[in-house]
T-cell receptor, first 114, second 114 residues
Framework: AQKITQTQPGMFVQEKEAVTLDCTYD???????LFWYKQPSSGEMIFLIY??????QNATEGRYSLNFQKARKSANLVISASQLGDSAMYFC???????????FGTGTRLKVLA | DAGVTQSPTHLIKTRGQQVTLRCSPK?????VSWYQQALGQGPQFIFQ???????QRGNFPDRFSGHQFPNYSSELNVNALLLGDSALYLC?????????????FGEGSRLTVL
């Protein structure tokens, strides 16, 4: 069975600073994908970044980067130059070949301070 | 380009009643997944529909059923509502044949069971 663990229920960061949100995963599959989603108060889950298990480079999407450490089974999200609009819930998720479901963690609530 | 749309956005039901939630996928998408998100939790996979068939199901009782129409839109039906069914129900669409399998979510339908 796959599992995602997010150990930070809440995080604060000063505007314009960088922040790292932690995510560890557990899977016995060799081929899998890791995702980060942002959920503002509106409820919609917004896709941020994807990392494939065979990707050798860490994924980057604008201010978002994924620190992928396969041996440690971690996939931390790094947000650079935080903005007030980054305040939201952030969820890490995993899926793998052979399944269509995504397993989500319990999320981290990020608050960006002015 | 319309994203994923869900209706209704909010609804209140009493125990034992039945509810139908609706979802229109993002333009061009052929696959619809449904997730239940209880307060303070990450989304939990209910099932996925592709080509009008349920392709995979999560650990939800038979009271939860669905349907996908030829235009790829989908419905989620929940019978004999329980207090524990109160949650945000998220619909996500995707393309069956994609490398990353990125999900696009709607804003959800918030169900309250009294």
């Amino acid at each position: 069975a796959q599992k995602i663990t997010q150990t930070q229920p809440g995080m604060f960061v000063q505007e314009k600073e960088a922040v790292t949100l932690d995510c560890t995963y557990d899977t016995s599959d060799q081929s899998y994908g890791l995702f980060w989603y942002k959920q503002p108060s509106s409820g919609e889950m917004i896709f941020l970044i994807y990392q494939g298990s065979y990707d050798e480079q860490n994924a980057t999407e604008g201010r978002y980067s994924l620190n992928f450490q396969k041996a440690r089974k971690s996939a931390n999200l790094v947000i650079s130059a935080s903005q007030l609009g980054d305040s939201a819930m952030y969820f890490c998720a995993i899926t793998s070949s052979g399944t269509y479901k995504y397993i989500f963690g319990t999320g981290t609530r990020l608050k960006v301070l002015a | 380009d319309a994203g994923v749309t869900q209706s209704p956005t909010h609804l209140i039901k009493t125990r034992g009643q039945q509810v139908t939630l609706r979802c229109s996928p993002k333009s061009g998408h052929d696959t619809v997944s449904w997730y239940q998100q209880a307060l303070g939790q990450g989304p939990q996979f209910i099932f996925q529909y592709y080509e009008e068939e349920e392709r995979q199901r999560g650990n939800f009782p038979d009271r939860f059923s669905g349907h996908q129409f030829p235009n790829y839109s989908s419905e989620l039906n929940v019978n004999a509502l329980l207090l524990g069914d109160s949650a945000l129900y998220l619909c996500a669409s995707s393309l069956a044949l994609t490398n990353t399998g990125e999900l696009f979510f709607g804003e959800g339908s918030r169900l309250t069971v009294l």
